[in-house]
């Protein structure tokens, strides 16, 4: 039974032939999917998706699977540029991965071990490989407006949580200087 699971004749050439040459790296140093989520302090669920092609890893994942090999960061990052650069163009299967990428209690991509999420434009982290969500409301296209949307979303939030703040604390001194003061 081979190791690996073919990729998705779907993948854009670039993100197969990165997604080969992580997979590369990982056989020859004779890793198993949890020796490499041991040393790369991401998580086991990651790197299946990375490895399998189904999310492109972030850079930081990348770097950290470099650094724990002893590969060359550089080489690694290069392929990984061109890989993400690919993966942003490729539409019907971003639809597909950004719908099912969540961070939990974020509603956007990535966890500690996901630093970079989709295609490695930030996030969170991801350190129980069970930070999947997607972005609702967010165009699939765009990973990056995920991220940026749930910033606003947050700053909304904080916003509305400091204005009702401020009128609790005016009625309260309304109500305690009570009528004539």
Same mark, same amino acid.
């Given at each position: 039974?081979?190791?690996?699971?073919?990729?998705?004749?779907?993948?854009?050439?670039?993100?197969?032939?990165?997604?080969?040459?992580?997979?590369?790296?990982?056989?020859?140093?004779?890793?198993?999917?949890?020796?490499?989520?041991?040393?790369?302090?991401?998580?086991?669920?990651?790197?299946?998706?990375?490895?399998?092609?189904?999310?492109?890893?972030?850079?930081?994942?990348?770097?950290?699977?470099?650094?724990?090999?002893?590969?060359?960061?550089?080489?690694?990052?290069?392929?990984?540029?061109?890989?993400?650069?690919?993966?942003?163009?490729?539409?019907?299967?971003?639809?597909?991965?950004?719908?099912?990428?969540?961070?939990? %209690?974020? =509603?956007? #991509?990535? /966890?500690? *071990? &996901? !630093? +970079? @999420?989709? $295609?490695?434009?930030? %996030?969170? =982290?991801? #350190?129980? /490989?069970? *930070? &999947? !969500? +997607? @972005?609702? $409301?967010?165009?699939? %296209?765009?990973?990056?407006?995920?991220?940026?949307?749930?910033?606003?979303?947050?700053?909304?939030?904080?916003?509305?949580?400091?204005?009702?703040?401020?009128?609790?604390?005016?009625?309260?001194?309304?109500?305690?200087?009570?009528?004539?003061?």
């Amino acid at each position: 039974m081979p190791r690996w699971k073919a990729l998705s004749d779907e993948l854009d050439p670039q993100v197969r032939e990165f997604a080969g040459q992580l997979r590369r790296l990982v056989d020859r140093r004779g890793l198993s999917i949890a020796a490499v989520a041991d040393r790369t302090g991401y998580s086991r669920t990651s790197w299946e998706r990375y490895l399998n092609g189904r999310l492109l890893a972030p850079k930081g994942a990348v770097v950290a699977l470099a650094e724990a090999t002893g590969t060359s960061q550089a080489h690694l990052t290069t392929m990984w540029e061109l890989a993400e650069r690919a993966w942003s163009r490729s539409e019907p299967r971003q639809d597909m991965t950004v719908l099912s990428v969540r961070i939990p %209690g974020t =509603g956007g #991509t990535g /966890g500690m *071990g &996901d !630093t +970079g @999420g989709v $295609g490695g434009t930030g %996030g969170a =982290g991801d #350190t129980s /490989g069970e *930070g &999947d !969500t +997607g @972005g609702e $409301g967010i165009s699939p %296209g765009d990973p990056a407006a995920s991220l940026r949307s749930t910033g606003r979303r947050r700053r909304q939030a904080v916003l509305l949580a400091g204005v009702v703040g401020a009128l609790l604390v005016l009625a309260a001194v309304v109500l305690l200087a009570g009528p004539g003061h």
